[in-house]
């Protein structure tokens, strides 16, 4: 099973700033590597997929990149919406896909 | 508009079982599968497994074999959980989502919440 470890599991930041989120697999997954946002009360929203494109909707503000084992989510200037946890999740190797524990952002 | 509307809250008695609903909407139903997702109480997800919509296979990760059985029902575009044999361990939100070749879940349910309690 491919562990995905997400750093750090909290961030405190204030509206404007840039904001990166780091993501780690325990094996190499390629690019098979996706994003997902998550505010209190409501289901997980599709952020990024194949690591760094966008996903229908999503602002440009949200970009990904990385391959193999590292990836990075950044959000250039945060919004109020955006203070939400943020979960990584791979689909390379399955069963089972697997998400990992999630970076929790918090308003400064 | 592609939605997912899942069945709505469950209070269950351990050993009870459950059976958890998500009707696709919005587009062709049998050129997605459904997969199911467990998010305990302030736990992140965790993946059960998927449903195949056209062969009607599905697969199991491997912590949900044995009490959990997803099917389908094509003609109304619904996909179902059922779990058997209800513990307090089982408390938490059911999600479905849908995917396409690849596994990333480009759609969710709204979640169904299951409590088992005595």
């Known amino acids: 099973e491919v562990v995905m470890t997400q750093s750090p599991a909290t961030l405190s930041v204030s509206p404007g700033e840039r904001v990166t989120l780091s993501c780690r697999a325990s094996?190499?997954?390629?690019?098979?590597l996706a994003w997902y946002q998550q505010t209190p009360g409501q289901a997980p929203r599709l952020l990024i997929y194949?690591?760094?494109t966008r996903a229908t909707g999503i602002p440009a503000r949200f970009s990904g990149s990385g391959s193999g084992t590292e990836f990075t989510l950044t959000i250039s200037s945060l919004q109020s919406e955006d203070f939400a946890v943020y979960y990584c999740?791979?689909?390379?190797?399955?069963?089972?896909?697997?998400f990992g524990g999630g970076t929790k952002l918090e308003i400064k | 508009q592609v939605q997912l509307v899942q069945s709505g809250s469950e209070l269950k008695k351990p050993g009870a079982s459950v059976k958890v609903s998500c009707k696709a909407s919005?587009?062709?139903?049998?050129?997605?599968?459904i997969n199911w997702v467990r998010q305990a109480p302030g736990q992140g997800p965790e993946w059960m497994g998927w449903?195949?919509?056209?062969?009607?296979?599905?697969t199991y990760a491997q912590a949900f074999t044995g009490r959990f059985v997803f099917s389908l029902d094509t003609s109304v575009s619904t996909a179902y959980v059922q779990i058997t044999s209800l513990e307090a361990e089982d408390t938490a939100i059911y999600y479905c989502?849908?995917?396409?070749?690849?596994?990333?879940?480009?759609?969710w349910g709204q979640g169904t919440l299951v409590t088992v309690s005595s």
């Open positions: 989502a849908r995917s396409s070749g690849e596994l990333f879940l480009d759609y």
């Open positions: 919005g587009y062709t139903f049998t050129t997605y599968a």
């Open positions: 449903i195949n919509t056209i062969s009607g296979n599905p």
């Open positions: 094996q190499s997954v390629r690019s098979n």
């Open positions: 194949a690591a760094s």
């Open positions: 999740q791979q689909y390379s190797h399955w069963p089972p896909l697997t």
